[in-house]
């Protein structure tokens, strides 16, 4: 490749969010501040199982901070995008964009 080509757009594709529950998970996470786990699980109409474990990845790699707690003697666990998360969410969004845009031919 030369200096001028540019690299496709694929490669800014962030491998966390290739499964469609994890992509989802973000999606939602960056539309708001935060979320709380049973309304993330019903936005993204999954299971708690499957919430619980579709969320490790985007945690482990950074884009997701949980944050638990209590309101009054109930245990609350709140979902959020980092500011790295966020950021590498709106990367991953506009590599897709330009892959559905086609080549520059």
């Known amino acids: 490749m030369t200096a001028e080509q540019k690299a496709h757009p694929r490669f800014d594709l962030a491998p966390e969010l290739a499964h ?23 936005a993204v109409e999954v299971s708690d199982s ?30 959020s995008l980092t500011k790295d998360g966020l950021r590498r969410w709106r990367d991953h969004v506009e590599a897709l964009r330009q892959i559905a845009a086609g080549p520059d031919v």
Do not use: W, Y
């Open 20 to 42: 469609h529950v994890r992509f989802s998970i973000v999606a939602a996470l960056a539309a708001v501040e935060n979320l709380a786990f049973a309304d993330l699980r019903d």
């Open 50 to 79: 499957v919430l619980s474990k579709q969320i490790s990845e985007p945690e482990k790699a950074g884009f997701v901070q949980v944050s638990k707690g209590f309101v009054g003697k109930r245990p609350r666990t709140t979902l």
